[in-house]
């Protein structure tokens, strides 16, 4: 079965500390994955991407993953965490044959510290 | 970018009455729209695609019967959640892919519409 899962439903990090949010997917196929931002009572808004093109994507606001098919990863990093950044994050990934349909991971809270 | 304009961000409305939530492509043209609820703390839900011109699929579980969609143009998709229950309160979010020629640009949000029923 096809899937996605994010490892961490809430991670803490201070601010100007780097952040991880963990991503992993379970499929044969080749997946597009994307991570998008969710801030209270709004809509997503895309972060980045990755279409199998370069395994390293760079997105907005200082935001990157690599996605790593021997893991079956997509990790999310930041080198360092403002406070605009709290926020819920999800991963999710469409594959060829869903005929565009998104798979959600369950989220990742993200709190920053001051 | 291509943009999803969601109305209306928020509504509040009597148990059994009817709402419709609507979702424009303001400079593009959406033939796939998604429709997701969204639980307080919990991911998005696929309830139902629509293409336009046709029927919509829904998802296992969902009722077509009480969420109605409708995507009789290429940049208007609407939801109508019909003789609504308390348990109907959500959130709902619009999403349309992007696509041009046969390149796939990806995927673009409304903003959400939270729904209370009283």
């Known amino acids: 079965a096809q899937s996605v899962t994010q490892l961490d439903s809430h991670v803490s990090v201070s601010e100007g500390t780097p952040v991880l949010l963990r991503c992993n997917y379970s499929s044969s196929y080749s997946p597009s994955l994307f991570w998008y931002v969710q801030h209270p009572n709004k809509g997503l808004q895309l972060l980045l991407k990755y279409t199998s093109a370069a395994t390293l994507v760079k997105g907005i606001n200082g935001f990157e993953a690599e996605f790593k098919k021997s893991e079956t990863s997509f990790h999310l990093t930041k080198p360092s965490a403002h406070m605009s950044d709290a926020a819920e994050y999800f991963c999710?990934?469409?594959?060829?044959?869903?005929?565009?349909?998104?798979?959600f991971g369950q989220g990742t809270e993200l709190s920053v510290k001051p | 970018g291509a943009v999803v304009s969601q109305h209306p961000s928020w509504v509040i409305c009597k148990s059994g009455t009817s709402v419709k939530i609507e979702c424009r492509s303001l400079d593009f043209q959406a033939t796939t729209m998604f429709w997701y609820r969204q639980f307080p703390k919990q991911s998005l839900m696929l309830m139902a695609t629509?293409?336009?011109?046709?029927?919509?699929?829904?998802e296992q579980g969902v009722e077509k019967d009480k969420f109605l969609i409708n995507h009789a143009s290429l940049t208007l998709s609407t939801l109508t959640v019909t003789s609504a229950h308390p348990e109907d309160s959500s959130f709902y979010i619009c999403?349309?892919?992007?696509?041009?020629?046969?390149?796939?640009?990806?995927?673009?949000f409304g903003s959400g519409t939270r729904l209370t029923v009283v």
């Open positions: 999403s349309a892919k992007v696509t041009g020629g046969q390149k796939n640009y990806g995927y673009t």
């Open positions: 629509s293409n336009e011109g046709s029927k919509a699929t829904y």
């Open positions: 999710v990934v469409t594959f060829y044959n869903q005929g565009g349909k998104l798979i």
